[in-house]
C-alpha cells in the first residue's frame, strides 16, 4: 500500500515559479513510476508529467515541456515537481500518482494510488 501526499501549491504571479512535492507511504514506492497530473475547472484531468521508478525515463505534455521538470528522491520517497514560468493557464488541482510508467504516459486508468491534489492558482 502507498499513500501520496502532495504539497506546495499556492498563488503565484504570472511568470512566477512553484515546487510541488509529493510525499509518500510505503517501502516499495521506489518500484512505482509516479506522475503528476492536472485538472482545470470544468477540464478533464490530464497527464502533466512523469518519471520511472529509477528516472531513467520522463515524460511531458507539450504544454509544459521547458517549464516544468520532474524528479524523484527514492531515498526520501518523494517526487518533486517544478514549475517556472507559471501563466494563468496552469491553473489547477494538481495530483501525484503511482503506477505502471504506460498507464501514468496514456492517462486512461491501471493507475494504483492517488493523491488528493493541491491547488496551484496563477494570476495574471
Known amino acids: 500500500q502507498v499513500q501520496l501526499v502532495e504539497s506546495g501549491g499556492g498563488l503565484v504571479q504570472a511568470g512566477g515559479s512553484l515546487r510541488l512535492s509529493c510525499a509518500a507511504s510505503g517501502r516499495t514506492f521506489s518500484s512505482y513510476s509516479t506522475g503528476w497530473f492536472r485538472q482545470a475547472p470544468g477540464k478533464e484531468r490530464e497527464i502533466v508529467a512523469a518519471i520511472s521508478s529509477r528516472a531513467i525515463n520522463t515524460y511531458y505534455t507539450d504544454s509544459v515541456k521547458g517549464r516544468f521538470t520532474i524528479s524523484r528522491d527514492n531515498a526520501k520517497n518523494t517526487v518533486y515537481l517544478q514549475m517556472n514560468s507559471l501563466n494563468p493557464e496552469d491553473t489547477a488541482v494538481y495530483y501525484c500518482?503511482?503506477?505502471?510508467?504506460?498507464?501514468?504516459?496514456?492517462?486512461?486508468?491501471?493507475?494504483?494510488?492517488w493523491g488528493k491534489g493541491t491547488l496551484v492558482t496563477v494570476s495574471s
Open positions: 500518482a503511482a503506477g505502471g510508467y504506460t498507464n501514468l504516459v496514456r492517462g486512461t486508468g491501471g493507475i494504483d494510488y
